[in-house]
């Protein structure tokens, strides 16, 4: 059976890295420092985080993956584990030495600080393999600077300021991190009309086909998924292209195709609403009129 590595506490994971604790619930490492290693010589290595992990990457020592994919992990580029994702590295089982820089933070740092009520908000911290953020040289000079200020608090007396000091610049970092994927996601603005092309498609073709029937109202998950895409980064995407929602530009559709049914007289608005995959014909109901003004039957007579 394949050996998975566990690292609940940043005590664990400093050791592994020949860094010295300062605070027990956050370090910044320098995997330079780190002792060369080959993980016992296994080519494919399973890696269980308990913490909050940003690796940068400086320099190739193995592929990541993360389920079926593989990272798109470049140097300059960051990648964002949440508590209990499982990592695995692709190596040649022989000896290396660890390069580039990691943040790393329990949950429990951030009791009782503004970050415990946003850090879910950071949605890259669930995007999928093939969505790290990759950075240029400024923005990973910003990343850096990040990295030194919470070391530098790191490295004072622990006294009452010292967790929402850390906590107040780990968010700063964050928010960098939403600016540098906002940027990312405008640079890559031809890849994502390729994406909302597709997604048009996909829906189009939902509402011809008997899907609606077989499974309900088409959700963001059931698109994502079709774009292989992780549900966050296909609903951070969609916003940014086209300023809603996915679930809305899911709605605004459901309404399209629901205005062209109610021209045909012969089917009554509970059959139109089964059409669509609406599982309650009321529900139908109130979503129509909430987005036009008008009921399914109000709608008809107008027309």
Same mark, same amino acid.
């Given at each position: 059976?394949?050996? +998975?590595?566990?690292?609940? %506490?940043v005590?664990?994971?400093?050791?592994?890295?020949?860094?010295?604790?300062l605070?027990?619930?956050?370090?910044?490492? *320098?995997f330079?420092?780190?002792?060369?290693?080959?993980?016992? #010589?296994?080519?494919?290595v $399973?890696?269980?985080?308990g913490?909050?992990?940003?690796f940068? !990457?400086?320099? !190739?020592?193995?592929?990541?993956?993360? #389920? $079926?994919?593989?990272?798109?992990?470049?140097?300059? %580029?960051?990648?964002?584990?949440?508590?209990?994702?499982?990592?695995?590295?692709?190596?040649? #089982?022989?000896?290396?030495?660890?390069?580039?820089?990691?943040?790393?933070?329990?949950?429990?740092?951030?009791?009782?600080?503004?970050?415990?009520?946003?850090?879910?908000?950071?949605?890259?911290f669930?995007?999928?393999?093939?969505?790290?953020?990759?950075?240029?040289?400024?923005?990973?000079?910003? /990343?850096?600077?990040?990295?030194?200020?919470?070391?530098?608090e790191?490295h004072?007396?622990?006294?009452?300021?010292s967790?929402?000091? +850390?906590?107040?610049?780990i968010?700063?970092f964050?928010?960098?991190?939403?600016?540098?994927?906002d $940027?990312?996601?405008?640079?890559?603005?031809?890849?994502?009309k390729g994406?909302?092309?597709?997604?048009?498609?996909?829906?189009?073709?939902?509402?011809s086909?008997? !899907?609606?029937?077989?499974?309900?109202?088409?959700?963001?998950?059931?698109?994502?998924?079709?774009?292989?895409?992780s549900? *966050?980064?296909?609903?951070?995407?969609?916003?940014?292209? %086209?300023?809603?929602?996915?679930?809305?530009?899911?709605?605004?559709?459901?309404?399209? /195709?629901?205005? %062209?049914?109610?021209?045909?007289?012969?089917?009554t608005?509970n059959?139109i609403?089964?059409?669509?995959?609406?599982?309650?014909?009321?529900?139908f109901?109130?979503?129509?009129?909430? $987005?036009?003004?008008?009921?399914? +039957?109000e709608?008809?007579?107008?027309?």
């Open positions: 059976m394949e050996k +998975i590595y566990r690292f609940d %506490t005590f664990e994971y400093n050791n592994l890295n020949n860094h010295e604790t605070h027990p619930l956050v370090s910044v490492i *320098n330079s420092k780190a002792n060369p290693r080959s993980w016992g #010589g296994e080519k494919n $399973r890696i269980n985080y913490m909050y992990c940003i940068l !990457k400086d320099v !190739k020592c193995g592929d990541l993956k993360y #389920g $079926r994919n593989y990272y798109d992990y470049q140097e300059g %580029t960051l990648v964002f584990v949440a508590p209990g994702q499982v990592m695995e590295i692709e190596n040649d #089982g022989k000896v290396y030495q660890p390069k580039g820089h990691a943040l790393v933070f329990h949950a429990d740092l951030l009791r009782g600080t503004s970050l415990a009520k946003s850090i879910n908000d950071y949605n890259f669930s995007y999928n393999a093939n969505e790290a953020l990759h950075l240029s040289e400024r923005e990973r000079q910003i /990343v850096l600077d990040c990295f030194s200020k919470i070391e530098f790191l004072q007396n622990i006294d009452k300021h967790k929402k000091l +850390i906590a107040s610049n968010e700063l964050l928010n960098y991190c939403e600016r540098f994927y $940027r990312q996601f405008i640079t890559r603005d031809n890849a994502n994406i909302l092309e597709k997604f048009e498609e996909l829906l189009n073709g939902y509402f086909s008997d !899907k609606p029937q077989k499974y309900g109202l088409p959700s963001v998950a059931y698109f994502a998924d079709e774009l292989h895409l549900a *966050n980064y296909f609903g951070d995407l969609i916003k940014k292209e %086209t300023g809603k929602s996915a679930k809305e530009y899911i709605q605004d559709k459901t309404i399209d /195709v629901a205005k %062209t049914k109610t021209f045909d007289s012969s089917k608005v059959e609403a089964y059409e669509l995959g609406f599982k309650y014909p009321q529900h109901t109130r979503l129509f009129k909430n $987005r036009t003004g008008f009921s399914p +039957i709608y008809r007579l107008q027309n």
